[in-house]
């Protein structure tokens, strides 16, 4: 009886592939990324210990491909995968399609910013994965740039989105995480958020962007997913702009 309540199954199809071609294009192949190579480990096909960060077998034995392969891993199937797996899924796509929006050049800069601080970081830190990081620093970045949204969690309580990071974080320690992973992503979005949205609005900064996407970052996507790059087209980034001019007249009046 079931099945007569679901679509056939050809249309089942088209509806998943429908839905998976409108995903953005960094979102849509990290996340295919993420989810091939759990999936390859949950088979045993790929071993975790050939793919979690360790900075001696990078430096000394040439293991280059661990810089990248430590963000694609989140662990065996279970609660803790399906939790950061729908946060990855639901901010990384609403930051491209929303402040990130034609500007997929920039969005990749700031994924390869904030992988880049987690990797220097690394040593210090003995975090063997960083995705679920990767994960909270987009979960960070979005909430921040929409302060007033209002969210409700388990339809228990409610709150304004700046609080989401911080419900998330209290939400995974109850299931048993460690705080020190999650609260990587935080900080490190915070660092991203405030040289990018906070400091150029300061008129010490006249209008200067410390995180300005390199030229050839912004060719490389223009090629690879044939989309204009740079634009400002989305309310947001009006307003940071007008912001940004803001301060500078600001700076140079002083």
């Given at each position: 009886?079931?099945?007569?309540?679901?679509?056939?199954?050809?249309?089942?199809?088209?509806?998943?592939?429908?839905?998976?071609?409108?995903?953005?294009?960094?979102?849509?192949?990290?996340?295919?990324?993420?989810?091939?190579?759990?999936?390859?480990?949950?088979?045993?096909?790929?071993?975790?210990?050939?793919?979690?960060?360790?900075?001696?077998?990078?430096?000394?034995?040439?293991?280059?491909?661990?810089?990248?392969?430590?963000?694609?891993?989140?662990?065996?199937?279970?609660?803790?995968?399906?939790?950061?797996?729908?946060?990855?899924?639901?901010?990384?796509?609403?930051?491209?399609?929303?402040?990130?929006?034609?500007?997929?050049?920039?969005?990749?800069?700031?994924?390869?910013?904030?992988?880049?601080?987690?990797?220097?970081?690394?040593?210090?830190?003995?975090?063997?994965?960083?995705?679920?990081?990767?994960?909270?620093?987009?979960?960070?970045?979005?909430?921040?740039?929409?302060?007033?949204?209002?969210?409700?969690?388990?339809?228990?309580?409610?709150?304004?989105?700046?609080?989401?990071?911080?419900?998330?974080?209290?939400?995974?320690?109850?299931?048993?995480?460690?705080?020190?992973?999650?609260?990587?992503?935080?900080?490190?979005?915070?660092?991203?958020?405030?040289?990018?949205?906070?400091?150029?609005?300061?008129?010490?900064?006249?209008?200067?962007?410390?995180?300005?996407?390199?030229?050839?970052?912004?060719?490389?996507?223009?090629?690879?997913?044939?989309?204009?790059q740079g634009g400002y087209d989305f309310q947001f980034d009006a307003l940071r702009e007008d912001d940004i001019n803001a301060a500078a007249a600001a700076g140079d009046d002083r």
């Amino acid at each position: 009886e079931l099945n007569h309540c679901l679509p056939p199954p050809a249309k089942r199809r088209e509806m998943i592939e429908h839905w998976y071609y409108d995903v953005p294009p960094v979102t849509r192949t990290y996340v295919t990324l993420c989810f091939l190579t759990t999936s390859a480990c949950a088979l045993d096909l790929v071993s975790p210990l050939s793919l979690y960060f360790n900075a001696r077998a990078i430096c000394t034995r040439g293991q280059f491909w661990r810089l990248g392969t430590n963000f694609l891993y989140f662990g065996p199937f279970g609660l803790d995968l399906l939790f950061h797996m729908f946060f990855l899924v639901r901010y990384s796509r609403l930051l491209e399609e929303g402040s990130f929006r034609m500007r997929t050049a920039d969005f990749l800069y700031m994924l390869l910013v904030g992988a880049a601080v987690m990797t220097l970081a690394g040593p210090l830190l003995n975090v063997q994965f960083f995705g679920s990081s990767l994960t909270f620093m987009m979960v960070y970045v979005w909430a921040r740039r929409n302060d007033s949204v209002r969210m409700s969690f388990l339809g228990l309580f409610q709150f304004t989105a700046p609080y989401l990071p911080w419900v998330l974080l209290s939400f995974s320690v109850l299931i048993g995480n460690t705080y020190t992973v999650d609260t990587i992503g935080i900080a490190v979005g915070h660092v991203y958020f405030f040289l990018e949205d906070i400091y150029p609005r300061m008129p010490a900064a006249r209008g200067r962007r410390l995180l300005k996407t390199p030229r050839v970052l912004e060719m490389l996507c223009n090629y690879a997913f044939s989309a204009p790059q740079g634009g400002y087209d989305f309310q947001f980034d009006a307003l940071r702009e007008d912001d940004i001019n803001a301060a500078a007249a600001a700076g140079d009046d002083r």
